[in-house]
Each structure stands twice: as structure tokens, then as C-alpha cells.
């Protein structure tokens, strides 16, 4: 059984990882597309004609990742999101698919950490992964889903899996399951195709440790063919899926303390008094040794920051130090390292530069988007118009809430007299110091706050929206505006991303951007404001983009200035949004603006490829 330690809580200030990216890889257009998958998740695909070729013809029928995405795309099941998925015994399909490809007895050697929960499981993740890596372990992490490209899914040794190793694993995974198909075996839907991947990628690379993320739910989840975990734990747990999980905590509980296994130590951060009563009830079912870990205390970490921004990573921080701890102590390796040296108040140093080099994409991070201006040489110059994005993939009314405490800590970061910059290559230096022109009050206010959002239509924008507000304005940030744009996605194909894009705008459905507009007006305004929005709207128009003076702090409030209001604006395309605030802060110098993207993960990962390419 596993030590128990306890932790304190406390408030402090976010790190900070910012990027800088040149204005000129702004792109009008690029592909990036989304499918779904049986377990109700969205999945996006970044495809690049990559060829592996070392000499000798591949032992695979096409070492191109077009062909091999080609091939994912074909696993895409007809199945819209929230759906309940159409296969039945899913985990009697995966243990067939696995005995095929001869997995089923090494899975149970892989010493596992499994991880459910409705927030923050992804992040529990890494963190566990850069713990154990820095522990001198070789480890592998399986995470969903990916922002730009599927290989994010499938982490060696804090890497996303090579190009050449994706598809020699893909290649072996696919034709031994579709040699063995039958009538009543067919090919694996995407997820589990995914799920049997992952376990494939880590066995054959024979990692040490390999820290496995539930996909949704628990219980029917196809990454619980697990049987034999070492250790298991559940992050927070809120309202979402509830079309798949029920629409009560104590129903979604059930399906997440469903990752269980008899005697099998596991963890869980504090919960809700109705989850946590069946979480407690399904451990002692299976006679597990349950703990509940409180947020990490400053003294533990000495003052560290985290390499994962936001207050709430305190909790998923202080789950994978007992994952951690416990996995260490249950493979004979606390021992063997430690000796006991370390007391419950004190982490070793491997923890420590775990908790603070782990990396995750989309989830609190920063961007800073230069302008093309040769001549500003400054981080933050007087006479430089700047553009700043804090992505965050929040999607629950609880992340979004987490997601506006955050950004507003984050947006007091630049009145600093210097921070960390973080370049695209991953390399980082000191930023410069603040213009002597500029006092911290005349910076604070120079900064005009823009929310870039979407949200899927299963999700209730009436809650996420006066929720992600509400929290900011009680730190006293507001956004001068917002932008409702649809996502770059498609659901129905995987292209490789080289394939040509249409810039064609015609057939666009905005119906739902429109509907988002028209919650936010009523927010901002505090009631229902009717003005004929989206019948004046006009794709072929000059006007399908707000006049520079949209952003002005005179322009008239809940006046009709651009296809209905003032403080937000619906543009048919994710590019054009970006491509227009780069052009907002390179015509007028002395703008600057913050922007919030959240509402989907998908929006982020289509906004970070945009950035990056």
C-alpha cells in the first residue's frame, strides 16, 4: 500500500510560457481537419508528406503519412458527437484485436498509471510522465486528443513518437487486423484503433513506465481492457458527456471509478460530496486502498513554478506526485532511490524539475504573435503594435472557470519588468525590459482584452459564456470585444496537409456563430437585443470584416457598426480572424491586444497551427 501524504493549498501567480512566432507565417488559409471517434471525441489530423526513407524499401505497403491517415479515415464511424457509440462489448472487441496482434499478456507488464476524471486528466498525465522520465525512467504517455498531429498522442520519453516509428507501428498494427477481419470482427473504430496503437508503440519501444489517459468516461472506456495497473487515479469531475455518462455527478462518477481494479492502489483529488460518496463506495467494492490529495503546498515546491499554468494544476500536480510516489514504491524503485530519505513535506529534486519542465499544448499557454515591423527590437516598445493569445482548450462551465482565473492572472504578466520568452523552437531567453516611456499604469491600460471563441453545439454556451465573464470581471478584466468564428474542422475526412484548401467561403453554415453573438449581447447589454444580424450577413461582401474602427473604445455601444453590434463580430473563417487582428496591430502601432481563445481544444489547435506553420 502506498504512503499517504498530506498537502496544503495556496494562492500564487501562473507561470507564464510565451512564444514568439513572426507575423508572417500568418497563412489566409491551411488544412486541418477533425473526425470523430467512438468514444464521442473530437480528433484532429495535421497530415505532412513526410517519406521514410533509409535506404531500403519499407516493409509496410506505403511509408507515406498521407496513406497511413488515409487509412485512420477509413476507420471513421458515421456518428455525430454525444451520440452513444454503436458498438456493443467494446472491451470483448479489444481484447480480441489485442489477442490478434499477441498484446494481451504484455499490457499487463507495462506498470500503468491509468487516469480518468472530467478535467485536468491530460495534464495528471504529463505531469506523471515528466516525473518518471526525470526519475530516469523511459516512459510513455498516451493522451487525447491531439491539437495538430495524431503522433501527439504517443509520447516516448517526453517526445511525440517519430515520424518513421509511427508508421512502422501503424503499418504492423494495421495489417495483422485487417488480415483477421471477419464478419463479426470487423476493423477497430478509430479510438480503440488508437488505444491498441498506443499499447503496441509501448511495449515494442519497452518503456519502463507507461502513463495511460482514459478517453471518456471509465468503466466502457476501451483503454480499461487494462487489468493489471499499478496504480489508478481520478482528476476533478463535472458536468460533461452527460449524454453519454448520465446527467448526475454520482452517475459520472460511477463510470469514472469504474478504472478500478481489486486491491489496485488509487488516488483522487478533493471531489464533490455526491462524487466522492460512490467514488469511496466503488473502492471499497474492489478493496482498494483509496487517498484523497490535496493541492501542493508552496513549501513542497519551494517556491517552484509549475510548468503548467493556472491554480487548479496545483491539484493535478499534487496527483501525479502520489501516482508517482506510489508507482516508485509499488516497483520496488522508491527504495532502491530514495531509501526513505524524503518525508512527506519535501519532494526529490527529479519531482521537482518534473513538475516544472512538463509541457501541454493548448492548455494555458501563450503565444506572443510579433509583428512584421523590422524596426521594433523590443518585446514591448511604445511605438509596436502587439498581439498576444492565451489559448486554452476549456470546454466545461469548471474548466472555463479555471480557464478565466488563469488569463486573468496571465494578462498582468506583461507589466513585469521582464519575464521568460519561449521561442517556437523551444529554446528560451530573458525578455526585454518595459519602454522607459511607459509606466506600468500606461501599459495596463494601452491593451484592449478580445475573446476569440467557439464551442461545440453539444455544449451550452448559455452557462460556459456568463461563466468565463463573470470570473474575469471579479478580477476586474473585461474584453473590449469578441470574435465567433467556426472552427477550420471538417468531420468527415482526413487530407494529408498538403492537399489544396478552397478559399471558397460560399455554403458556410454560421447559424451557430450567430447564436453565440447574439448570448454574448445579451450578456454585455444585460438584455435581449434585436437587431437583423445574420440576415444582413453577406459572405461575398467587402463588410464580412469589421472596419478598423470596430475596436475603438468609442465606438457605440450596442450600436449596429458591423453586421449588428459593436462589442462582437461573427467572421466566417478562422484564418481571416487571425489574418485580420495581425493586420490590426500592424496598421495602427499603438494597439495592443490580448486574446482569450478557448471554448473548444480543437479551435486552439487550429489557431496554433495557424501560428505556427
Known amino acids: 500500500m502506498c504512503e499517504p501524504h498530506s498537502v496544503i493549498q495556496i494562492q500564487r501567480k501562473d507561470r507564464i510560457d510565451i512564444?514568439?512566432?513572426?507575423?508572417?507565417?500568418?497563412?489566409?488559409?491551411?488544412?486541418?481537419?477533425?473526425?470523430?471517434?467512438?468514444?464521442?471525441?473530437?480528433?484532429?489530423?495535421?497530415?505532412?508528406n513526410n517519406v521514410v526513407t533509409n535506404g531500403q524499401k519499407p516493409n509496410f505497403p506505403s511509408s507515406s503519412f498521407e496513406a497511413a491517415m488515409e487509412k485512420i479515415s477509413s476507420l471513421i464511424t458515421r456518428q455525430r458527437r454525444g451520440e452513444k457509440p454503436p458498438i456493443a462489448n467494446k472491451l470483448e472487441m479489444m481484447s480480441l484485436y489485442l489477442k490478434i496482434l499477441g498484446l494481451e499478456e504484455d499490457i499487463n507488464r507495462l506498470n500503468i498509471i491509468h487516469v480518468a476524471g472530467t478535467k485536468g486528466k491530460g495534464s495528471t498525465c504529463i505531469f506523471c510522465e515528466a516525473i518518471l522520465r526525470e526519475c530516469g525512467f523511459r516512459t510513455g504517455v498516451f493522451t487525447s486528443p491531439h491539437l495538430i498531429d495524431v503522433r501527439e498522442r504517443f509520447r516516448i520519453d517526453g517526445m511525440d513518437i517519430s515520424e518513421d516509428k509511427?508508421?512502422?507501428?501503424?503499418?504492423?498494427?494495421?495489417?495483422?487486423?485487417?488480415?483477421?477481419?471477419t464478419e463479426k470482427l470487423s476493423m477497430p473504430p478509430l479510438?480503440?484503433?488508437?488505444?491498441?496503437?498506443?499499447?503496441?508503440?509501448?511495449?515494442?519501444?519497452?518503456?519502463?513506465?507507461?502513463?495511460?489517459?482514459?478517453?471518456?468516461?471509465?468503466?466502457?472506456?476501451?483503454?480499461?481492457?487494462?487489468?493489471?495497473?499499478t496504480v489508478c487515479g481520478i482528476t476533478s469531475l463535472g458536468m460533461d458527456h452527460t449524454?453519454?455518462?448520465?446527467?448526475?455527478?454520482?452517475?459520472?462518477a460511477s463510470h469514472k471509478a469504474g478504472i478500478f481494479k481489486p486491491k489496485v492502489p488509487a488516488f483522487t483529488v478533493p471531489q464533490p460530496p455526491e462524487a466522492m460518496g460512490v467514488i469511496f463506495e466503488r473502492a471499497k467494492e474492489f478493496m482498494v486502498p483509496l487517498e484523497v490529495t490535496e493541492p501542493l503546498d508552496c513549501k513542497q515546491i519551494k517556491?517552484?513554478?509549475?510548468?503548467?499554468?493556472?491554480?487548479?494544476?496545483?491539484?493535478?500536480?499534487?496527483?501525479?506526485?502520489s501516482l508517482c510516489r506510489c508507482w516508485l514504491q509499488k516497483t520496488g524503485n522508491w527504495e532502491k532511490k530514495y531509501q526513505d530519505q524524503f518525508q512527506d513535506s519535501n519532494l526529490p529534486d527529479e519531482f521537482m524539475r518534473g513538475l516544472s519542465t512538463a509541457h501541454f499544448s493548448g492548455r494555458a499557454q501563450i503565444v506572443y504573435a510579433s509583428t512584421s515591423n523590422s524596426h521594433c527590437s523590443e518585446i514591448v516598445s511604445k511605438n509596436c503594435g502587439e498581439l498576444i493569445f492565451y489559448l486554452d482548450g476549456a470546454h466545461s462551465p469548471e474548466s472555463m472557470e479555471a480557464c478565466a482565473k488563469w488569463f486573468s492572472n496571465a494578462v498582468e504578466i506583461p507589466l513585469k519588468s521582464s519575464f521568460e520568452v519561449q521561442k517556437a523552437d523551444g529554446s528560451s531567453e530573458n525578455g526585454h525590459i518595459l519602454h522607459k516611456g511607459n509606466t506600468l499604469g500606461q501599459f495596463e491600460k494601452s491593451?484592449?482584452?478580445?475573446?476569440?471563441?467557439?464551442?461545440?453545439?453539444?455544449?451550452?454556451p448559455h452557462i460556459l459564456l456568463p461563466r468565463l465573464v463573470n470570473t474575469c470581471a471579479s478580477s476586474g478584466?473585461?474584453?473590449?470585444?469578441?470574435?465567433?468564428?467556426?472552427?477550420?474542422?471538417?468531420?468527415?475526412?482526413?487530407?494529408?496537409?498538403?492537399?489544396?484548401?478552397?478559399?471558397?467561403?460560399?455554403?458556410?453554415?454560421?447559424?451557430?456563430?450567430?447564436?453565440?453573438?447574439?448570448?454574448?449581447?445579451?450578456?454585455?447589454?444585460g438584455k435581449e437585443i434585436t437587431v437583423p444580424i445574420e440576415k444582413d450577413f453577406k459572405i461575398d461582401s467587402k463588410e464580412i470584416l469589421p472596419p478598423p474602427e470596430f475596436l475603438n473604445d468609442n465606438a457605440p455601444s450596442g450600436g449596429h457598426s458591423h453586421n449588428g453590434f459593436a462589442s462582437s463580430a461573427v467572421i466566417p473563417s478562422l484564418p481571416l480572424a487571425i489574418k485580420w487582428l495581425q493586420d490590426c496591430v500592424k496598421e495602427h502601432p499603438s494597439t495592443r491586444l490580448q486574446v482569450l481563445v478557448t471554448g473548444s481544444l480543437h479551435l486552439v489547435g487550429d489557431v496554433l497551427k495557424l501560428l505556427k506553420r
Request: net charge negative; aromatic share 14%.
Open 19 to 48: 512564444q514568439i512566432i513572426s507575423a508572417s507565417l500568418f497563412l489566409p488559409f491551411c488544412s486541418h481537419w477533425f473526425i470523430y471517434n467512438t468514444s464521442s471525441e473530437e480528433v484532429p489530423f495535421h497530415m505532412e
Open 166 to 181: 509511427f508508421l512502422q507501428y501503424f503499418w504492423d498494427c494495421w495489417n495483422q487486423l485487417e488480415e483477421n477481419t
Open 191 to 229: 479510438f480503440l484503433f488508437l488505444t491498441i496503437l498506443a499499447f503496441k508503440i509501448f511495449i515494442s519501444e519497452q518503456v519502463d513506465a507507461a502513463i495511460i489517459e482514459v478517453g471518456l468516461g471509465g468503466k466502457e472506456d476501451s483503454t480499461n481492457v487494462i487489468k493489471k495497473p
Open 243 to 252: 449524454e453519454i455518462l448520465g446527467d448526475t455527478l454520482g452517475q459520472i
Open 303 to 321: 517556491g517552484l513554478k509549475l510548468g503548467l499554468s493556472g491554480d487548479h494544476q496545483f491539484y493535478n500536480a499534487a496527483l501525479a506526485v
Open 447 to 460: 491593451f484592449k482584452r478580445i475573446l476569440l471563441f467557439n464551442c461545440l453545439d453539444v455544449r451550452n
Open 477 to 525: 478584466v473585461h474584453f473590449s470585444r469578441a470574435l465567433f468564428v467556426p472552427n477550420m474542422s471538417k468531420y468527415s475526412k482526413v487530407v494529408s496537409g498538403a492537399s489544396a484548401i478552397s478559399s471558397d467561403l460560399h455554403g458556410i453554415d454560421l447559424s451557430w456563430q450567430f447564436n453565440l453573438q447574439r448570448i454574448w449581447e445579451k450578456i454585455t447589454h
